[in-house]
């Protein structure tokens, strides 16, 4: 029991990270009807800012209270990572808008492709690693043999990714940018017709996505500790797994594949095997969109003829 | 965005201006500084230079792209532009496709003399031998092109995991032979029938799906045998992979110097690059079977069925064509193609690991068929030829050092500008290098088709 307890915590942590990234998924297709294929590598690219900014807040300009220092991490990263979120979207996806419908999932792959390696390039191909900090947490459980432990980094991760999801859902469901993002997806050349900026809210559904992409980049930095420039395909492909899940298009769909993923992924390195929990993960993408591939929570797809 | 903007010089700089501020917050964490491992934990290495060098090359770049692009809208406004008038269907055989049938003869003629040009150029078998690997791993391309063109390019199916077909043929031919010992020539036909099946397996239970969601099934699946391959250790090597793999014969005669070698039987002097001739036109044989195969096979009713299908699935259905054995005779020829070349692979190498199966394989196999025109026989060769000798090329780069200064390696940059390529690409010339077709059937004269007119597929 005091197992199960423990995993559940760690699970719903992982949960928490897939969710965020999946949220980006999620939203552009639903918008545009293309997966995101780049979408990991932008997570992993959200990661490396976090690293670097850390390293100059904490080394040069010398915080020292580690809270302030990843607030500003946090901002920094997820204001450069909308910026890279934004280019792409510019570079390598607007101009493929009304092409033949592979050009945009190619065009997905080249610039993951082209992330991961300019990564690599720009800064080597080791293993990053941050000097641990936020150690200690509390107790759960004081069983024989055995401590459920609550870490306060999971309380952290869990925390800000329930306060940055409040955000987001006020965001998309209250405001105005919101209303023409739901829009656009239930219709985009209504939506123009209606006055709706398309392209302008397109951008920023790729700005929203890859801002929260960069949460769950400085989050899994602070979790693991660890970062290197091939550590955004696996996630990547977790999330976009997530997504599916629960539904895609559908935003808290997308929140509840993730912590299903988390979960899964979480429970299945423990009681079976851990060399096989990323062949788990992509069988359950793969048994999903087969048997239902319309998800938990999403709409099922009509064919138009 | 194109049409309301003036063209003066203020405007430009401004623009390029943006553009330069742009790439500064693109790269401002992580080209100017470096992490580097240090003694206590990393340390950041300044590198402003990099970042304005970078910064100003974007600032120049837009505003010679303005620039050219104001004249061209310039031009423009003359004469009427060309996507306006109506473009006829049957259009004449224009210079595309002029140049894809010379293009055919030229590289048939190079790749049946290749070891003999490169061994007058380079004045020996022996220092011959960089381009006659050269030329062999080109072909492989070659040869995986052509077997996913089935897939992708006929069937209209989209196929992310082709890779694993490709392990699936060099893991039967290493297993097969270090354990039964089976010779190369039994396990190439065996390779090809197991990849076939393997390929009957996976097909079958994403025939439903569609589009971006088939793809990513198959990429699914490419990842999952890559991963049992890693983790099986007992049967695969794991990580580790497969070593010491028997050495392809001439038939039942081993390139050996000893009695009964090829050399000493055929009245040679022994030189170990006979083998890798001999390996060079195996491997062309083996490309331009699959070729032979797909041209005819296009012919045939199930060719004719993969096209129809690619062009409208209900329309298929309705006419009664029975899509559920259409798309895995695609699936499975496709497979039996990367399954015969794995095994190829395999007797080359003489050592295989997961390492060689990754999801990047897979994504370089399909930017060949998709540069090269989907469909399109001679463009997927053509795009063989640069996507892999290409980055050949950065290779021999060296003298750049002495611009970007020391230890600047040219071929760290190789899969950089790879995925660069393919966005590039996808945004100019999202048709690929062929973009005219000949129609398979037709009535009266085949007169060449756009590629624009070709459907790509739901599947």
Redesign the interface.
């Known amino acids: 029991m005091d197992v199960f307890l423990q995993q559940l915590i760690n699970g719903l942590t992982l949960g928490s990270i897939y969710g965020l990234i999946a949220i980006g998924y999620t939203m552009v297709f639903g918008i545009i009807g ?2 995101n294929f780049a979408h990991g590598d932008v997570f992993m ?1 959200s990661s ?2 976090a ?3 850390f ?2 807040l904490t ?2 300009l010398g915080i020292s209270s580690v809270a302030l220092a990843l607030l500003l991490v946090l901002v ?1 990263s997820m204001a ?1 990572t909308a ?2 979120g934004w ?1 792409i979207e510019r ?2 996806y607007r ?2 808008r009304g ?9 997905a ?7 991961s ?8 191909a ?1 293993n ?4 641990p900090m936020l150690e200690g947490g509390i107790a759960l459980t004081q069983g024989e043999g055995y401590t459920v432990f609550l870490s306060y980094k999971q309380c952290l991760i869990v925390g800000v990714t329930v306060a940055l999801l409040t955000g987001f859902w006020y965001l998309v469901q209250r405001t105005p940018f919101g209303r023409a993002q739901r829009a656009c997806e239930q219709d985009r050349k209504m939506a123009a017709l209606l006055g709706i900026d398309v392209d302008r809210t397109i951008s920023l559904t790729f700005v929203l996505g890859a801002a929260l992409a960069a949460v769950a980049g400085v989050l899994y930095l602070l979790y693991y500790g660890v970062v290197s420039f091939s550590d955004g ?1 696996v996630p990547g ?1 977790k999330a ?1 797994t997530a997504a ?1 899940l629960g539904g895609i298009g559908s935003l808290p769909g997308a929140v509840l594949g993730g912590l299903i993923i988390g979960l899964i992924e979480v429970f299945w390195s423990a009681y079976f095997s851990i ?2 929990k ?2 788990a993960a ?2 359950i ?2 048994i999903v ?2 048997f239902m ?1 319309s998800g938990i929570l999403g709409r099922a797809e009509v064919e138009k ?1 | 965005m194109a049409d309301a903007r003036s063209n003066g010089l203020p405007e430009i700089l401004r623009d390029a201006g943006l553009y330069a501020l742009v790439a500064l917050g693109l790269c401002v964490p992580l080209i100017s500084y470096r992490t580097e491992a240090g003694p206590t934990g990393l340390e950041l290495v300044p590198r402003w230079p990099v970042v304005a060098a970078f910064c100003a090359g974007i600032f120049v770049l837009r505003v010679l792209q303005r620039l050219v692009l104001a004249r061209r809208d310039a031009r423009k406004r003359l004469t009427p532009a060309p996507d306006q008038a109506t473009e006829a269907v049957g259009a004449e055989p224009d210079a595309g496709q002029r140049f894809s049938g010379l293009g055919l003869k030229v590289f048939l003629a190079v790749a049946l003399t290749l070891p003999v040009l490169a061994t007058l150029a380079s004045g020996g078998l022996g220092p011959a031998r960089y381009w006659i690997d050269l030329g062999i791993l080109i072909l492989t391309y070659v040869m995986l092109g052509w077997g996913l063109n089935i897939v992708v390019g006929l069937a209209g199916l989209l196929d992310l995991g082709y890779v694993a077909f490709y392990a699936v043929g060099a893991y039967c031919y290493a297993l097969l032979s270090t354990t039964f010992g089976l010779s190369f020539w039994i396990c190439l036909p065996l390779a090809g029938l197991f990849a076939a099946a393997w390929g009957m397996v996976l097909g079958f239970p994403v025939l439903r799906l569609r589009g971006d969601y088939l793809a990513i099934v198959t990429l699914a699946f490419g990842e999952i045998i890559r991963l049992v391959l890693i983790n099986w250790t007992d049967v695969t090597g794991g990580a580790a992979g497969i070593s010491s793999i028997p050495r392809a014969t001439f038939f039942g005669i081993p390139f050996t110097a000893d009695e009964d070698g090829f050399a000493p039987r055929f009245g040679l002097e022994f030189d170990s690059m006979h083998r890798v001739v001999f390996l060079y036109y195996l491997i062309l044989a083996l490309a331009l079977l699959t070729n032979l195969a797909t041209l005819r096979l296009r012919r045939m009713p199930v060719g004719r069925a993969w096209e129809a299908l690619r062009e409208d699935e209900i329309a298929c259905r309705s006419l009664g064509i029975d899509t559920t054995t259409t798309k895995l005779t695609a699936f499975a020829l496709g497979a039996a193609f990367a399954g015969v070349a794995g095994s190829f692979f395999s007797v080359r190498q003489g050592f295989i690991s997961p390492e060689s199966f990754t999801f990047l394989e897979s994504a370089i196999i399909l930017a060949i068929v998709v540069l090269g025109g989907m469909g399109s026989q001679v463009g997927v060769a053509i795009a063989a030829v640069a996507m892999v000798g290409g980055p050949e090329l950065l290779r021999n780069l060296g003298f750049l050092g002495a611009v970007f200064g020391e230890g600047f390696d040219p071929n760290e940059y190789r899969l950089l500008l790879f995925g660069l390529a393919m966005v590039a690409m996808m945004v100019w010339r999202p048709r690929g290098l062929v973009s005219v077709r000949v129609p398979s059937v037709s009535l009266g004269a085949r007169r060449a088709i756009s590629g624009a007119h070709v459907s790509e597929g739901h599947g």
């Open positions: 293309m997966v690219v490396f800012i690293l670097i900014a390293l100059i080394a040069w920094i450069l910026l890279w280019a570079v390598a101009p493929l092409s033949f419908r592979l050009a945009p999932l190619i065009s792959i080249g610039v993951s492709i082209f992330l390696n300019f990564v690599q390039v720009a800064q080597g080791r990053k690693s941050l000097p395909f492909v976009f599916v060399e096989y990323d062949v992509f069988s993408l793969a969109l087969i591939p003829v």
